[in-house]
């Protein structure tokens, strides 16, 4: 069983990544994560700034970017962090299916669509 895949979702105007990953201990991942979000703990990069060559930084103030931090978000029924410009575009998301999957991509629709599958269809 791999730990973790990786999918584009097509859709217009643009593609997106999405990256899927394996939670083995939920505590200590949604733990590591926030961390990630803020690049405390001894992280050097923020989460964003890690998937910066993913992300669509066109007509972005990127200052103004490092003073905004990740929001709570609710993605069908699975909890969610969302982290947007200033102006309220998305540069990234991230979801946990049931506790058992993170689900990590710059687009909410592409998320949607892979939680949607997989609340059809759950993962033994």
Do not use: H
Not at 11 to 26: D, H, L, M, Y
Not at 42 to 64: C, H, V, Y
């Amino acid at each position: 069983e791999p730990a973790f895949n990786t999918f584009i979702v097509y859709q217009s105007p643009a593609n997106a990544p999405v990256f899927i990953f394996k939670i083995k201990n939920f505590s200590a991942s949604y733990a590591a994560l926030l961390e990630w979000e803020t690049g405390s703990g001894g992280q050097r990069n923020t989460l964003w700034q890690d998937l910066k060559p993913f992300i669509d930084m066109q007509n972005i103030n990127a200052a103004s970017i490092y003073k905004k931090t990740f929001e709570d978000d609710l993605i069908k029924n699975n909890d969610a962090r969302t982290f947007k410009t200033p102006t309220g575009r998305l540069l990234v998301e991230y979801a946990l299916f049931s506790k058992k999957l993170f689900i990590l991509s710059t687009s909410r629709d592409a998320i949607e669509l892979v939680l949607g599958r997989l609340i059809a269809l759950p993962p033994q």
